[in-house]
C-alpha cells in the first residue's frame, strides 16, 4: 500500500494550486481517501475527504467552499483543488487511506508536500 502526494509549492495568497495523491497497492474505492495538514506547531488536522465508492465528500469549515476534492478511478489518483488560499492554509499537506473523517481511522499515510502561501 502506498500513497504518493504530490503537487505542492509556493504561491501567492489568492491562488491556486493541485494537489494529487496517487494510490498503489489496493484499488481507490476500497478505502475513503483523506487529506490532512499540519502547520508547523500545530496539530494535523483533517481538511477533506472522499468515499470515492458512493461519491460522498466531506470539508472541514476552514476549506469548505475553497477546496474541492475528487477521485479519478481509472488513475486509481485522487485530487485536491485548492482555489482562494490564505497564508493560514500554509501546512504540510498528506493524503491518507482509512475510514471516516477522524485522524484515528487512517492506517496509510503518504508523505507530506509542502503548500506555502504568501500575504
Known amino acids: 500500500v502506498q500513497l504518493q502526494a504530490s503537487g505542492g509549492g509556493l504561491v501567492q495568497a489568492g491562488g491556486s494550486l493541485r494537489l494529487s495523491c496517487a494510490v498503489s497497492?489496493?484499488?481507490?474505492?476500497?478505502?475513503?481517501i483523506g487529506w490532512f495538514r499540519q502547520a508547523p506547531g500545530k496539530e494535523r488536522e483533517g481538511v477533506s475527504f472522499?468515499?470515492?465508492?458512493?461519491?460522498?465528500?466531506a470539508y472541514s469549515d476552514s476549506v469548505k467552499g475553497r477546496f474541492t476534492i475528487s477521485s479519478d478511478d481509472a488513475k486509481n489518483t485522487e485530487y485536491l483543488q485548492m482555489n482562494s488560499l490564505k497564508p493560514e492554509d500554509t501546512a504540510v499537506y498528506y493524503c491518507?487511506?482509512?475510514?471516516?473523517?477522524?485522524?484515528?481511522?487512517?492506517?496509510?499515510w503518504g508523505q507530506g508536500t509542502l503548500v506555502t502561501v504568501s500575504s
Open positions: 491518507a487511506a482509512g475510514f471516516g473523517t477522524r485522524l484515528e481511522g487512517y492506517h496509510y
Open positions: 497497492g489496493f484499488a481507490i474505492d476500497t478505502y475513503a
Open positions: 472522499i468515499n470515492s465508492g458512493d461519491g460522498n465528500t
